[in-house]
């Protein structure tokens, strides 16, 4: 699938709100350097970092919305030492 779709979807509905967009733009940037096409697997801690989000409840805030727009399907991992999968929803 490519990254201009989901791009260009998002932009047009969530692009006024600058966490949700730096935290959908990582997500793409680590599913490219994965070289996968619509599963990533990343820490939270990798993702909070990239996207300069400091708080857990604002990161895991900004994943349930991702979610619930219909962007991603997130399954938590939990655990520290296990990555979590992020599924890009095709649009």
Same mark, same amino acid.
């Given at each position: 699938?490519? !990254? ?10 969530? %692009? @006024? @709100?600058?966490?949700?967009? #730096?935290?959908? !733009? %990582?997500?793409?940037?680590? #599913?490219?350097?994965?070289? =996968?096409? @619509?599963?990533?697997?990343?820490? =939270?801690? *990798? ?13 895991? &805030?900004?994943?349930? @919305?991702?979610?619930?727009?219909? /962007?991603?399907? /997130?399954?938590? &991992?939990? &655990?520290? #030492? *296990? %990555? #979590? ?7």
């Amino acid at each position: 699938m490519e !990254l201009q779709v989901y791009i260009t979807g998002f932009m047009e509905v969530i %692009a @006024d @709100d600058p966490r949700h967009l #730096s935290l959908f !733009l %990582a997500i793409l940037h680590f #599913s490219y350097m994965q070289n =996968s096409i @619509d599963t990533v697997s990343v820490f =939270s801690r *990798e993702l909070r970092k990239q996207v300069k989000i400091c708080s857990v409840r604002n990161y895991y &805030s900004c994943m349930k @919305d991702l979610k619930e727009f219909g /962007y991603i399907k /997130y399954v938590p &991992s939990f &655990s520290p #030492s *296990e %990555a #979590s999968s992020i599924y890009l929803v095709k649009p």
